[in-house]
């Protein structure tokens, strides 16, 4: 079948502050104790030595901010309370190649959702070329994901075969674009028809509509039993005996999510027959000198693509911080396409 070419998403305008931020209170969306959002002040982000503070212009959203807001994921010890995984904005102060004036984004252990955030200077990145500021900001936590475990922890490698779970995701369509640019056969699960047509767009090969279809049994059919070579999983549990049978033969599941659960049976007796692995991963508990190495990896290996126009940002909604809620509301229903992002304070 053949679909029309994708066309970039519509972005209001950048709109950057460039008034000397106070010391003592920014903006900030703010939890209450029932988990809703609301717009508020919070004390200044301040930079420590190695940081940089950057005023944010825009922030992505993200599951985990959904997590945190409902108590369920604490940030790590030491990182700010305030919601936001990733950002883009200016540089306002600190540490850093990147000068005082200079438009960034930036992978967050927390903090993104506030005016001011403060940043190890090795998780602030350039904004790729031929991408607006705007977009940027739901690019960090996607592109350090994806590239993390598609190269570094599953080595895909041209030729492969890819299962990408949540293919209308904002991991998912970024996978389905760098899966592409490697040259692999890419195999995605969606949740509507509409949906995986947009994912055909994006370069997948095979849409599995999991309402409609068992995901392992699809597989079997189009590989003739022979199974995927990696599996990029977000649903943990729910999917795992699935997962296992459609490995192939040294064959690697890499597990980053687990909204269908944390405990599920373990059918080694495939496993040791695929010589295949398990992986499970987490990017927001990293050191920080592992940050900064994928971080420089996603700097080299996928801002050119972008740039190129091998790969774009897939913004579904851009919203003004104070209506968060509803953004994290779009989210968590799963209406959205892509990556929703909060611009304009």
């Known amino acids: 079948m053949q679909h029309s070419a994708c066309r970039p998403a519509t972005l209001p305008p950048f709109k950057i502050d460039k008034s000397t931020p106070t010391l003592d209170a ?15 002040s919070a004390t200044d982000a301040t930079a420590k030595p190695d940081e940089v503070l950057v005023a944010v212009g825009a922030a992505g959203v993200n599951r985990a901010d959904l997590l945190q807001a409902a108590g369920l994921y604490p940030p790590p010890k030491g990182a700010s309370e305030i919601l936001g995984l990733e950002c883009s904005g200016t540089v306002v102060a600190g540490d850093g190649d990147a000068g005082v004036g200079e438009q960034v984004c930036a992978l967050l252990s927390g903090g993104g959702y506030g005016s001011l955030v403060a940043v190890p200077a090795g998780q602030l990145m350039p904004v790729p070329e031929g991408v607006s500021p705007v977009a940027a900001a739901g690019l960090p936590e996607v592109a350090c994901t994806v590239w993390s475990n598609l190269t570094m922890v599953a080595g895909l490698r041209a030729g492969e075969r890819v299962l990408i779970h949540g293919g209308g995701s904002g991991i998912g369509t970024c996978a389905i674009q760098y899966a592409k640019a490697i040259g692999a056969e890419v195999f995605v ?61 040294g064959g ?8 269908g659960g944390v405990r599920g049976e373990l059918n080694l007796g495939r496993l040791l027959a695929r010589r295949a692995s398990i992986t499970a991963t987490s990017l927001r508990f990293r050191p920080a000198a592992e940050k900064a190495e994928i971080c420089r990896g996603v700097v080299e290996q996928m801002w050119p693509l972008y740039a190129a126009g091998r790969m774009r940002p897939v913004i579904d909604t851009v919203l003004p911080f104070d209506r968060a809620q509803a953004a994290h509301e779009l ?15």
């Open 26 to 40: 920014m903006e900030a969306v703010l939890t209450d104790a029932s988990g809703s959002l609301r717009l508020g």
């Open 189 to 249: 699960t969606v949740g509507s028809d509409q949906k995986g047509v947009r994912c055909a767009e994006l370069g997948a090969d095979c849409i599995i509509n999991y309402r409609e279809s068992d995901f392992a049994e699809v597989i079997a059919e189009q590989t003739d039993g022979a199974g995927v070579d990696v599996i990029l999983d977000i649903m943990g549990a729910k999917y795992l005996p699935g997962n296992v049978a459609s490995l192939a033969v």
């Open 252 to 259: 690697r599941l890499v597990v980053i999510g687990l909204q």
């Open 331 to 345: 989210l968590r229903d799963g209406g959205a396409f892509g990556k929703v992002v909060l611009s304009g304070w």
